[in-house]
């Protein structure tokens, strides 16, 4: 009989709903307790959870003996400090931090010194390596292009969401857009790479979304589009388009990887409950393959179950991500998403901030 998983919850935002809905997908898992600092959320979350308690503070919510792991759905600037004060809070027990895992540079070293202390898995959730078609790439990648050698990654999508308190309006608490939205694509990029980065090119800014806000008198100055070129070590290339005022495309996300042998790509359709009714069905999720030599791409379909699209806004992913961290929880897997993976994720996002920022490349 499998062991029942009662989660601690950090969070009970849009995102925060999502984990809760997945979660409840997972055989013996659940989430048991929870804290949101709006009441509304919270009332709202326990009951989706199936009545959950509700804490009335963090410090409150880690200090319960009761749970087997923690998920913090917090907004960026709070995650690394709330992992800390689990870690402080008694036994050592497993969490799964939303990313990005920390917003600052001067965090990282933070970072590595807690990842060499603490003997509990951490998982940062990176739920775009667990899209269907992305992890189909990821697994072929080396067959279908004979080594990648160039990637590219495009997201064309909708602007920021409204969020409590504004707060993914500001850099000083998202990290900027190439670490808040981009710390997905960059992490995707070492992963199929198989290599650590050497050098960051970038150019970015604000074009469109968020110019006539304003909130307490300040103007947001969060971006809305950027290009990345990043060179990795080997050799490979890898560059991201980011446009987030392109709601009206087919497909969010695109990942091409060229090699050798030829080229694999795998195209993501976005959020269920954006597309348009009128507009058809939502277009399928797919990878196609097209070798050099015999010429010809053989497109394969990758349908997603209709109660995955119905938990979240990430392809199924977010189940995916939940079924392997559950296995992590119970000591039957490894944790595939490292505090190492997720501070190289944040590192190249900074530099990309910076790099658009100054016109320079940067180096690691």
Not at 153 to 176: C, M, S, Y
Not at 319 to 344: C, I, K, M, N, S
């Amino acid at each position: 009989m499998i062991r029942e998983l009662r989660y601690g919850l950090i969070g009970a935002g849009m995102m925060g709903r999502e984990h809760i809905r997945n979660i409840a997908l997972v055989e013996g898992a659940r989430v048991a307790a929870l804290h949101d600092p709006v009441p509304e959320n919270a009332a709202a979350a326990a009951v989706l959870a199936g009545g959950a308690a509700v804490e009335e503070s963090v410090a409150a919510l880690v200090a319960r003996e009761d749970l087997d792991a923690f998920v913090i759905v917090s907004p960026n600037h709070h995650h690394l400090d709330q992992i800390r004060m689990i870690a402080a809070a008694g036994p050592p027990r497993p969490i799964l931090v939303e990313k990005p895992l920390f917003t600052r540079a001067d965090e990282a070293e933070t970072v590595r010194r807690f990842a060499d202390s603490y003997p509990a898995p951490v998982w940062v959730a990176m739920e775009y390596r667990y899209m269907p078609p992305i992890a189909a790439l990821v697994r072929d990648v080396d067959a279908a292009t004979g080594g990648p050698r160039m990637l590219t990654i495009r997201e064309h999508r909708f602007p920021f969401l409204p969020k409590v308190g504004d707060w993914n309006r500001f850099n000083a608490q998202t990290g900027g857009t190439l670490v808040e939205k981009c710390c997905h694509f960059f992490d995707l990029m070492r992963l199929i790479l198989r290599a650590d980065p050497v050098r960051v090119m970038a150019s970015g800014g604000q074009a469109v979304n968020h110019l006539d806000e304003s909130y307490g008198g300040r103007a947001p100055d969060i971006w809305d589009h950027a290009y990345a070129i990043v060179d990795f070590e080997g050799g490979a290339r890898a560059m991201l388009e980011l446009c987030m005022f392109a709601e009206g495309a087919r497909y969010q996300e695109e990942v091409w990887a060229l090699g050798p042998a030829g080229k694999i790509e795998a195209h993501v359709p976005g959020p269920s409950r954006f597309w348009p009714v009128e507009a058809g069905p939502l277009p399928m999720p797919r990878v196609i393959r097209s070798p050099r030599s015999p010429k010809g791409p053989a497109i394969e379909d990758f349908p997603i179950d209709p109660a995955l699209l119905a938990a979240g806004d990430h392809n199924g992913s977010t189940y995916f991500q939940h079924l392997r961290f559950a296995q992590a929880v119970r000591g039957g897997g490894p944790v595939e998403v490292t505090l190492a993976d997720g501070a190289w994720a944040v590192r190249m996002g900074l530099a990309a901030q910076e790099s658009a920022a100054t016109g320079q490349a940067v180096t690691f």
